[in-house]
């Protein structure tokens, strides 16, 4: 989903808009269809940031709806949350899938992925954050400092920052083979109307996570975590 509130109608966000309806009127609710164009059409007027999370709203039954009637090895690839308790339960549900590590990328990174997020994650499960050197907030290297203290080696932290630009995903990387994409960074999952997690496909995902691993190899330790 692009960033609805801000920034130009430019012909690619026509585009995916185009598509979104197309989605919406497929899952047969003729409300949503018309709540939705109406949201489309005032998208650039003075109410935009309603009318944006009113086509987030729409969009978000409509596939919540459509992965109910997918064929069951397709469920469960997609996760939807529309207030804070069910954004926290949606990224517990993916951690606690992990056996061995978990890495989060965020580039904009706080201590709130450290004290909301992370913590989520099973003992023992080795806990790997990435985040921009530019972008990721200090409070970080005190959340690190004192996640050390409190839990030492039973429940490792590794944090490292990349050179700056290098993220554009926010992610939950499970045990080198699951790849989750979040819509939004971390710390603003709480404070947004809706979230989503996806599961991206293993071939996608295969790639994604290699990638990544080599950002991290080439990321600089976070000083207070490692």
């Keep these: 989903m692009p960033d609805l509130e801000t920034g130009p109608i430019t012909p690619e966000l026509e585009q995916w808009l185009g598509r979104a309806s197309t989605l919406v009127e497929s899952s047969g609710s003729l ?12 998208l650039n007027g003075v109410l935009r940031a309603r009318n944006a999370e009113t086509i987030a709203e729409v969009i978000q039954r409509a596939l919540a709806k459509a992965e109910q009637e997918a064929p069951p090895k397709a469920q469960g690839t997609f996760i939807v949350a529309t207030n804070a308790f069910d954004s926290f339960a949606a990224v517990r549900k993916v951690l606690r899938t992990a056996h061995n590590d978990v890495l989060l990328v965020d580039a904009e990174a706080d201590a709130k992925v ?11 499960v080795i806990v790997r954050l990435l985040a921009d050197e ?66 991206i496909p293993a071939q996608e995902a295969a790639a994604l996570i290699a990638g990544y691993a080599a950002r991290w190899q080439a990321a600089e330790p976070l000083s207070q975590a490692e």
């Excluded at 409300?31 to 059409?41: E, K, M, S, Y």
């Excluded at 450290?114 to 023992?124: E, I, K, N, R, S």
């Excluded at 700056?164 to 990387?173: C, K, N, R, V």
């Excluded at 045990?175 to 599961?199: E, H």
Aim: hydrophobic share 50%; with cysteine.
């Design 114 to 124: 450290l004290t909301d997020f992370a913590v989520l994650a099973p003992d023992g």
């Design 31 to 42: 409300a949503d269809t018309i709540q939705l164009r109406a949201a489309i059409g005032n």
């Design 134 to 199: 530019a972008c990721h907030n200090r409070s970080l290297e005190l959340a690190a400092g004192h996640w050390s203290r409190r839990f030492g080696r039973g429940r490792p932290l590794l944090v490292r920052v990349a050179a700056a630009g290098m993220l554009s995903d926010t992610l939950i990387l499970v045990d080198g083979t699951v790849a989750w994409a979040l819509r939004q960074p971390f710390n603003k999952v709480a404070k947004s109307p809706y979230a989503s997690l996806i599961r």
